[in-house]
């Protein structure tokens, strides 16, 4: 596969898209097999080399124990580090956790506007949380 070919040189020459790019496909199996503990070794090396994508990404495995064991307090670290970084997805993932109160307290204004500037920042994820809100109103 090209892509992953492509996408390996790129990572090893310490390009933290590349690595990034890498990741995800490990993640989700898409053209390669999935692979955990490959995508998790992947996404640190793009969030070590200030990838803000790859630490939401990050965050997202340790959320959900996915070649690493689970440790929410780990993943909310990295989604506010991201999101900070404006990576979309780390600021829709620390909205839905105000949102509902899981590992941290609830708070709807911050989870209000953290979702909003995901939405914001392009997260498909974001703007989904984001329409649903304000339906909800």
Same mark, same amino acid.
């Given at each position: *596969? /090209?892509?992953?070919?492509?996408? $390996? /040189? ?8 590349? #690595? ?5 496909? +490990?993640?989700?199996?898409?053209? *390669? /097999?999935?692979?955990?503990? /490959? ?7 793009? #969030? ?14 340790? $959320? ?14 990295? +989604?506010? =580090?991201?999101?900070? $970084?404006?990576?979309?997805?780390? #600021?829709? %993932?620390?909205? =839905?956790? +105000?949102?509902?109160?899981?590992? *941290?307290?609830?708070?709807? =204004?911050?989870?209000?506007?953290? *979702?909003? %500037? ?11 949380? +984001?329409?649903?809100?304000? $339906?909800?109103?």
């Amino acid at each position: *596969i /090209k892509a992953k070919s492509l996408f $390996e /040189k790129s990572c090893d020459l310490g390009d933290s898209v590349g #690595c990034n790019m890498l990741a995800d496909m +490990y993640k989700s199996g898409e053209q *390669i /097999k999935p692979d955990y503990l /490959k995508a998790v070794d992947l996404f640190t090396r793009s #969030c070590d080399n200030g990838n803000s994508s790859g630490c939401a990404q990050l965050g997202y495995m340790y $959320e959900y124990g996915l070649g690493v064991q689970t440790d929410l307090q780990r993943a909310l670290m990295l +989604y506010s =580090e991201s999101c900070s $970084e404006n990576a979309g997805l780390g #600021c829709a %993932k620390l909205g =839905e956790h +105000y949102l509902t109160g899981k590992g *941290i307290n609830r708070d709807r =204004e911050k989870a209000d506007a953290l *979702i909003k %500037k995901s939405c914001s920042l392009g997260s498909s994820l974001g703007c989904e949380k +984001y329409f649903k809100l304000r $339906e909800t109103r």
